[in-house]
């Protein structure tokens, strides 16, 4: 058993075993570390394909709990099916109360955003009593970092290349999500992990759909050092491009508000996959164009709180 | 033709080296191949890449089983067998390795008797920049070996590295054209070797495996937290250490490593786990009280018996 510290921010437990093989400084791993130490082994994670399935690669698992495996679109389908199997075995008597898992769904924003939003509708729909935990690199990392629904505008990915990168513009999922009004719904970041605690801790006492979106830095697809993961994490709240906030009983609250934020240049400089809009020579236009947008999403909340 | 091996970790660039070094190939009118293999493409994870040269038509494909020149990135990997950079060496095969050491020191460090040669890098500008100029450096000197021209090594840096800024360009072509001087002496040391066709090669032997029940041919595991039975500590260059006397015990360090390598001594000091420490420096830019520094790998990449592991609580 670990020792812990007096200072301890974090639980000291060291639940989520070390040696998987994600890259040198995955933001993800982070995310999902402390998600296990909150949630526990107790736990059924379902995992759709993605870097995070490396996880688990046999005969090695981080996870001291159960673990399965799902195609892309389908996780919420197959934790419907393991919720579904649990409340059999429960009513039959064959589980005891104090076996009952916690069914988690994680997939990286692939899914999320993209090949499983029907599935994930229909199982809030439903009602389905779970925890879903999407991990957000903003494109298909384990694939080598295609674009996804999730890639910001402007980023270049493998197939986003060129001066202006990616046309799209990043899926406003957790509006999606709270339009299905789930339970609970948040999203977090690692980088601040008091806020992250939190939240999970009142997510994982709740009963029903329990949604969250993961700011997971990714130093591989988004081209910065390994050692910078912390700082873009905190960089991307600081500049007001990733709001920290939670949806119950129909409410949106932003958990973190900056007052003086800091330019978006901040932010996107850090990252080698905006490197074109800084060089040869800055392009105003896009990057004056994602500036607004984050002004304009921050003075929709001040006028609407 | 030519058959050259890169080795190096996820971030390091030696993928890009042997794009350069293909491109400088092709410049020359090569028929080449370059590509890099790796377990999954894991920063900091060993990896390689391989580049085969001829001016006939090639026919040979996959890995490269004898090289006739490996280049290697850091000499750590040299102490990883895992990371293959003795596999399948031919009694020509020559080593070139990016080390601050000469090259008969190092011979003497790795107990080591085979020809090698090494090349001595700069301190980057910044130890945390994502391109590293040594991709740069390896292919120019491996250039130089091979009796190709710094032009087409230049062109072929264009090429490969066309998103970078001036100033890193700069850098980089800096970096490759003191490479090329280095090897100099060497000039054309590596020469082509036939192409050998597949008959040469040993047939795979084959263990044929029943069909199972699908309860037992699916893949379950009933262990908990196996993977700690892998050493990533391996995939380090550089290692965190903490300077205990100037150590709040703040616990940032320990918050944000993402591997969870780090807990607490008797005093409640933190410590490194160095057998899963992927070195990814996090706790580093983190720490307030700047009290941990990255000092260069040695090898001893396990919590090894001369209380190299700082958790000395177990
Ligand atoms: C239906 C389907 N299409 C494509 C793939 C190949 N694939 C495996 S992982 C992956 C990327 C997933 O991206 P994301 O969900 O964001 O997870 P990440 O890899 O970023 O962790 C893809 C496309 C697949 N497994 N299934
Ligand atoms: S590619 Fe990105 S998300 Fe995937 S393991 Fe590497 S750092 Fe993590
Ligand atoms: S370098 Fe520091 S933060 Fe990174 S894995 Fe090692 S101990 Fe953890
Ligand atoms: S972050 Fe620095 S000061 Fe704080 S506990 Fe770690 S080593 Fe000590
Ligand atoms: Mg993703």
């Known amino acids: ?305 | 033709m030519f058959r050259i091996r890169f080795h190096g970790r996820g971030g390091q660039g030696m993928k890009t080296a042997s794009r350069i070094l293909g491109s400088a190939f092709f410049l020359e009118g090569y028929e080449t191949q370059d590509a890099p293999r790796y377990g999954a493409e894991r920063r900091g994870a060993p990896m390689f890449a391989y580049v085969r040269a001829a001016k006939t038509t090639i026919f040979e494909r996959g890995i490269i089983l004898r090289p006739d020149l490996v280049v290697v990135a850091d000499e750590s990997l040299l102490l990883l067998q895992s990371a293959g950079v003795l596999a399948d060496l031919a009694e020509h095969s020559l080593l070139l390795i990016s080390s601050s050491h000469s090259p008969e020191e190092l011979q003497k460090k790795l107990g080591m008797v085979r020809p090698l040669l090494t090349l001595s890098m700069p301190v980057p500008k910044d130890i945390f920049t994502s391109h590293p100029p040594q991709s740069s450096a390896c292919a120019a000197a491996a250039a130089q070996l091979l009796g190709l021209s710094l032009q087409s090594v230049r062109q072929a840096l264009h090429m490969e590295l066309s998103g970078l800024s001036d100033e890193k360009m700069a850098e980089n072509e800096e970096t490759a054209n003191s490479a090329f001087l280095q090897m100099e002496p060497h000039r054309g040391r590596v020469g082509e070797q036939p192409e050998t066709g597949s008959v040469s090669e040993d047939r795979p032997s084959w263990i044929i495996l029943p069909f199972e029940d699908a309860r037992i041919s699916s893949p379950a595991i009933h262990g908990e937290a196996t993977s700690l039975l892998m050493d990533t500590g391996s995939w380090r260059s550089l290692k965190p250490f903490i300077h205990k006397e100037q150590c709040s015990r703040c616990d940032l360090c320990h918050t944000y490593c993402p591997e969870g390598a780090i807990s607490f001594d008797n005093d409640g000091y933190p410590c490194i786990d160095y057998k899963h420490c992927k070195g990814c420096l996090i706790c580093l830019v983190q720490c307030p009280l700047h009290a941990i520094e990255a000092v260069q790998e040695d090898g001893s990449f396990h919590n090894n018996k001369q209380g190299d592991d700082q958790c000395d609580n177990s």
């Not at chain 1, 607004?292 to 003075?299: C, M």
């Open chain 1, 1 to 305: 058993m670990q020792k812990t510290s007096a200072n301890a921010l974090i639980p000291t437990s060291h639940l989520l075993g070390s040696g998987t093989a994600t890259c040198s400084g995955c933001g993800a791993l982070a995310d999902i570390r402390l998600f296990y130490e909150i949630l526990g082994e107790k736990t059924i994670f379902v995992n759709a394909a993605g870097c995070m399935t490396l996880l688990t690669v046999y005969p090695f698992t981080p996870f001291r709990g159960s673990w399965i495996y799902t195609a892309m679109a389908s996780a919420p389908a197959g934790a419907q099916g393991v919720r579904d199997a649990l409340d059999l075995l429960l009513a039959k008597g064959r589980l005891g109360k104090e076996e009952d898992l916690q069914v988690v769904v994680l997939t990286g924003d692939g899914s999320a955003y993209g090949m499983g939003l029907s599935s994930t509708s229909g199982a809030m729909e439903r009602g389905l009593d779970f925890i879903y935990i999407c991990y957000d690199n903003e494109g298909y990392g384990n694939t080598g970092h295609q674009f996804s629904a999730a890639t910001p505008h402007g980023a270049s990915t493998a197939t986003s290349r060129g001066m202006t990168g990616f046309p799209g513009y990043k899926k406003d999922l957790f509006s999606i999500w709270a339009a299905h009004n789930p339970t609970y719904l948040a999203t977090v970041s690692g980088a601040d992990p008091l806020d992250m605690v939190r939240k999970i801790k009142k997510a994982k006492d709740l009963r029903g759909p329990r949604m969250f979106i993961a700011l997971a830095p990714c130093p591989t697809g988004w081209h910065f050092d390994a050692s910078q993961t912390v700082k873009i994490g905190k960089l991307a709240v600081q500049t007001g491009i990733w709001p920290l906030k939670e949806y119950v009983n129909g409410k949106v609250e932003h958990t973190r508000i900056v007052t003086k934020k800091r330019p978006v240049d901040e932010y996107l400089k850090m990252q080698g996959r905006f490197s074109h809009l800084f060089e040869p020579r800055r392009n105003e236009k896009v990057l004056d164009e994602i500036q607004t947008r984050v002004n304009d999403y921050w003075k929709n909340v001040e006028e609407g709180e």
